[in-house]
């Protein structure tokens, strides 16, 4: 039988076959997400517990999907927005408990020397960013604790990027108006 | 103006984050959270040995119970190391009694039972709900079934709910639902309905009230529940019986 192919051509690979990603891997991603994560559910919640159940029932969820994953980058993107979607039930279900299970918010305890580390300005720029909604809140944490660019926020948030752009905009300028109001 | 509030924005973000101390990650907890067994990679190695035991199981059981069958339907003098009689018909005595004989009640009708949310709370990234359906009248009625769940619209309309009407015993026969059966009176029967909360991108569509269609016709109707509101996106149903209480 001949070879179809020309003289000289390179026989190709065959693919590969993409390697599913393992138990270990979970691991490591999980511990070296662990921390950032559970401090920015705790910056969107304001409740260090309720962020740390968050980012657990979060990365629970991206663990039943583990084994059909083929790479860490995207698992990692993965579990950034699982975490997002988390904090974002946290959130609804506390609005719905105190709706309608008539139940007292509880406020997260602060740290005996909390009012020692912030200045007035600090706690009045907090309070501002509580104030604002869901979307510029998660969108200026994201950029501007996790670092996160304009694109990495678009695809953790599934928002356009314009979108983005926007809220981070009006964010800042809600943000900006409290700080001249505390000048 | 707009530089110095992200350059105190990014500082007080990140002081305040210090000041948050997790506790060292489990992934250990992660895993029974997400209800698979805690494993090494390629974490399906517990199938095998599960595989074996339940194997040896059948293979000493049934015979077991083929032999104490013949010898308990053999003749008298018989003997019992007969061979299987397989070709002897099983007694009639043997077959499980109908529900009719037992004296079922009929089943609850919409006038019957009042319902209400009974349970809710989350799970593994859903919102679970038990809706409980209390048995108002003075006699007991039988509740089964996966019901049918609409939304109805403050202008009257009706929508089926997008539930999944599950019949794994793993979520139909989870507490308090006990699975089909008798709702004493002024006792509660209930059933499961779940929402999905993660990756979920529609939205909660409003309802006026919560339509629920037993499995032998009967309607209830309620204000919609809250807990069904939380996302878009429906999930599982689970059938309908008493609940323990």
């Given at each position: ?183 | ?53 339940a194997a040896v199981l059948v293979a000493v059981t049934v015979p077991i119970l083929v032999v104490h069958r013949n010898q308990a339907h053999a003749p008298a003098g018989s003997g019992g190391n007969s061979s299987p009689a397989t070709t002897q018909p099983a007694p009639s005595s043997s077959t499980s009694p109908t529900p009719s004989e037992t ?143």
């Amino acid at each position: 039988m001949t070879d179809p192919r020309p003289p000289g051509s390179v026989r190709p690979n065959p693919p590969a076959q993409p390697a599913t990603l393992t138990d270990s891997d979970f691991d490591l991603m999980f511990r070296s997400m662990w921390d950032s994560q559970v401090r920015i559910a705790a910056l969107l919640l304001r409740n260090t517990a309720a962020a740390e159940d968050a980012v657990q029932q979060a990365f629970a969820a991206v663990y039943r999907r583990w084994h059909s994953m083929r790479d860490l980058p995207g698992a990692q993107a993965y579990a950034r927005t699982a975490v997002i979607n988390a904090t974002r039930s946290a959130h609804r279900r506390e609005l719905t408990g105190r709706r309608f299970l008539n139940r007292t918010r509880v406020e997260p305890v602060p740290a005996a020397d909390a009012e020692l580390l912030q200045s007035e300005a600090d706690r009045a720029l907090l309070a501002a960013l509580a104030g604002l909604s869901n979307s510029q809140r998660e969108v200026l944490i994201l950029r501007y604790y996790a670092g996160l660019s304009e694109i990495d926020i678009s695809q953790t948030l599934n928002m356009p990027r314009g979108t983005v752009k926007s809220h981070a905009a009006r964010g800042l300028a809600a943000l900006r108006k409290v700080m001249e109001a505390n000048r | 103006m707009t530089q110095e509030v992200e350059q105190q924005l990014e500082r007080v973000l990140q002081a305040t984050a210090a000041n948050i101390q997790p506790p060292p990650p489990d992934p250990d907890a992660v895993r029974a959270l997400a209800g698979r067994p805690t494993g090494r990679d390629g974490s399906r190695r517990w199938l095998a040995p599960v595989a074996v035991a339940a194997a040896v199981l059948v293979a000493v059981t049934v015979p077991i119970l083929v032999v104490h069958r013949n010898q308990a339907h053999a003749p008298a003098g018989s003997g019992g190391n007969s061979s299987p009689a397989t070709t002897q018909p099983a007694p009639s005595s043997s077959t499980s009694p109908t529900p009719s004989e037992t004296g079922r009640p009929a089943n609850c009708t919409a006038a019957q039972l009042r319902p209400s949310v009974l349970q809710s709370g989350t799970a593994q990234g859903t919102e679970q709900v038990v809706i409980g359906l209390r048995n108002i009248s003075a006699a007991s009625c039988w509740l089964s079934g996966v019901p049918t769940l609409q939304g109805v619209t403050a202008a009257g309309s009706t929508v089926t709910l997008a539930f999944t009407r599950s019949a794994d015993p793993a979520y139909v026969r989870q507490s308090p639902v006990a699975g089909p059966g008798a709702v004493s009176a002024g006792a509660l029967g209930a059933f499961r309905a779940s929402m999905q909360l993660n990756f979920c991108d529609r939205a909660a569509a409003s309802y006026a009230r919560l339509a629920i269609q037993l499995a032998d016709g009967a309607r209830i109707e309620m204000p919609y529940p809250a807990e069904l509101s939380v996302s878009g996106c429906f999930g599982d149903l689970g059938q309908a019986g008493p609940a323990s209480q």
